[in-house]
């Protein structure tokens, strides 16, 4: 089976990655006011936009730690599982943080939301045996010796 080669970053940059990600949800969900969602007239929102954007960060704070532990022996339905319960755990602790600031609050809505898109490292688990994953030097030489 040919696997699809897929560049693997420094390990201190893919942690640095994670921090990046986790920072800005954190930042985006503390310290900063949400933008509000915008009215429109008329428009039934099956899925409001701010689930969306819980839905998205729990994702990337997933695709991100997958990603930081790819080079990891352990197996892949362990790293799954903490995957997704580290990315849960940080939403908890966000809504928690949350309930403590004024106009803010706990939203179990929001914990869902966040559980959904965490859960969606699913994919990449089920993804990545076709891939393979190879140190960042073996591109940059491909590319010297295609030139």
Same mark, same amino acid.
């Given at each position: +089976?040919?696997?699809?080669?897929?560049?693997?970053?420094?390990?201190?940059?893919?942690?640095?990655?994670?921090?990046?990600?986790?920072?800005?949800?954190?930042?985006?969900?503390?310290?900063?006011?949400?933008?509000? @969602?915008?009215?429109?007239?008329?428009?039934?929102?099956?899925?409001?936009? @701010?689930?969306?954007?819980?839905?998205?960060?729990?994702?990337?704070?997933? %695709?991100?730690?997958? %990603?930081?532990?790819? @080079?990891? $022996?352990?197996?892949?339905?362990?790293?799954?599982?903490?995957?997704?319960?580290?990315? +849960?755990? %940080?939403?908890?602790?966000?809504?928690?943080?949350?309930?403590?600031?004024?106009?803010?609050?706990?939203?179990? $809505? @929001?914990?869902?939301?966040?559980?959904?898109?965490?859960?969606?490292?699913?994919?990449?688990?089920?993804? $990545?045996? %076709?891939?393979?994953?190879?140190?960042?030097?073996?591109?940059?030489?491909?590319? $010297?010796?295609?030139?």
């Amino acid at each position: +089976m040919r696997r699809l080669p897929v560049p693997l970053l420094p390990a201190w940059l893919r942690w640095l990655g994670v921090a990046a990600v986790a920072g800005f949800v954190f930042v985006n969900s503390v310290l900063v006011a949400p933008p509000p @969602d915008p009215v429109i007239p008329g428009k039934f929102d099956f899925v409001p936009l @701010d689930k969306w954007r819980h839905f998205l960060a729990y994702a990337a704070i997933a %695709y991100a730690l997958a %990603y930081a532990l790819a @080079d990891s $022996e352990r197996q892949r339905t362990e790293l799954a599982v903490g995957v997704f319960c580290v990315a +849960m755990l %940080y939403g908890i602790g966000i809504e928690l943080c949350q309930w403590t600031i004024p106009n803010r609050f706990f939203s179990v $809505e @929001d914990a869902y939301a966040n559980a959904i898109g965490a859960g969606l490292v699913v994919v990449w688990y089920a993804i $990545e045996p %076709y891939l393979q994953l190879r140190p960042l030097s073996s591109f940059v030489q491909a590319s $010297e010796t295609d030139a």
